[in-house]
């Protein structure tokens, strides 16, 4: 993985706890062994007095959960609200244990904060977090692997990073552009802008694309620039999202022929054209040390409204690794430029015709940025939930005791959605 942050040591091992050097710094002498406390008391037959009822109260804080679904988004959310979790039954069936990427993200949390505890059990079932103080920190670094795309750990930095005790500023090496996470261009082009709607200053807040990575191997590289908020952020009602005036994009290719993003920006913009005439999809050729290690292709577009909305779309398309293909007829067949600035120019158009300020990627974003504001009345409006989006409501209900109001409109299909924020302040830069 990167190098470690100067502010919290590296998840271990599994079975192994972790801890930043400070917290070893401030903790208690260590206690004697299991054996010799249970050979303290000379009556051990005798019962020993319960504790008062206070005590039994305020004994155990922890958050008792199990499974592995909504992992990311459960940290997040515990960071968030200083709640220590213990996760059980971690993939008990089937593998067991823990992915790479989501031991990476606890190595991230760990990075970016102070005084954080986590342990993993040996077959990585179980996991116990308590989560320290968002510090930021700048010039980190941090390896994402090749399990998830950056855009995996991207959301959970921009959600901390706002509530840390500086700004921060870190580069992330990994996969930019993949199947499974929201790419890197969309995260620059949207996710970010959508932070301004909730009184986020857009000075300081920063995502810059130095080279891309394809799987399998990636090889990419992007700096996230993420300032902190003074103490909360801004309620919204923000459900008006216009009508479209332009359309952007970007093509990306890596060690491939350029010729190939000439044909998705072709295909996507004879369909784009058929509705709206202002169109603009760049393109971004990468070789060399920039382009990664894989070859790759892929295109994101994004429909501006009159109300500044960003509704979006994005797919991406890898060549398999040849080294791992054992015979000719195993290697798969892969989606021609046309085809894909055609799907994804179908896929924008669907997001647009769901309505809403928001398109279905960012729906469970949006949500928690409306639970985090101050205790005032937030009000969104987005197309069909999501499933991720409803787990989402679930969480946010569990861990901040904010729960929305849901009312759908049946003439434009859309749902609107209100809730009064649990008033998370940056408590952490008041320390400082």
Known sequence: MGRQGTTGAVVAARGASVSSPRAKTLASPPRPPARLRRTTNPNPTARRPSPAPAARMGRDKTRRLSGSRHFRQRMVLATLTSTPVTIVDIRADGTPGLREHEVSLLRLLDKISDHSDIEINETGTKLRYKPGVIIGGKDLEHDCGLQRGIGYFLEPLILLGLF??????????????????????????????????????????????????????????????????????????????????????????????PQIENRILYAARGLFNK??????????????????????????????????????????????????????????????????????????????????????????????????????????????????????????????????????????????????????????????
């Open 164 to 257: 840390g005790r500086s700004p921060l500023s870190i580069r992330l090496k990994g996969i930019t552009n993949d199947t499974k996470d929201p790419s890197v261009d969309t995260f620059r082009m949207v996710t970010l802008h959508m932070l301004k709607h909730f009184g986020v200053p857009l000075e300081g807040l920063e995502l810059k694309i130095e080279s891309r990575g394809a799987p399998p191997l990636g090889g990419g590289e992007v700096l996230l620039r993420v300032p902190n908020i003074n103490s909360t952020l801004t309620a919204v009602n923000w459900v008006d999202e216009g009508m479209v005036k332009r359309i952007r994009g970007v093509t990306f290719s890596t060690r491939v022929s």
């Open 275 to 432: 509705f709206i005439p202002d169109v603009h999809i760049f393109t971004d050729h990468r070789s060399g040390a920039s382009g990664g290690r894989s070859a790759g292709y892929g295109v994101s577009v994004v429909a501006e409204t009159t109300t500044g909305c960003l509704i979006s779309a994005d797919a991406t398309v890898s060549h398999t690794n040849v080294d791992e293909l054992s015979t000719e007829s195993e290697k798969p067949e892969l989606m021609s430029p046309e085809d894909l600035g055609e799907q994804v120019a179908s896929m924008l158009l669907e997001e647009v015709a769901q309505g809403g300020v928001v398109d279905s990627t960012h729906q469970g974003l949006l949500f928690m940025l409306c639970a985090l504001c101050p205790p005032d009345v937030s009000k969104v409006r987005v197309g069909q939930l999501t499933p991720y989006a409803i787990e989402t409501l679930r969480n946010i209900r569990d861990f901040l005791d904010v729960k929305f109001i849901i009312k759908p409109d049946p003439n434009s299909n859309t749902v609107t959605l209100k809730c009064v924020g649990a008033g998370v302040k940056n408590l952490a830069r008041k320390i400082s």
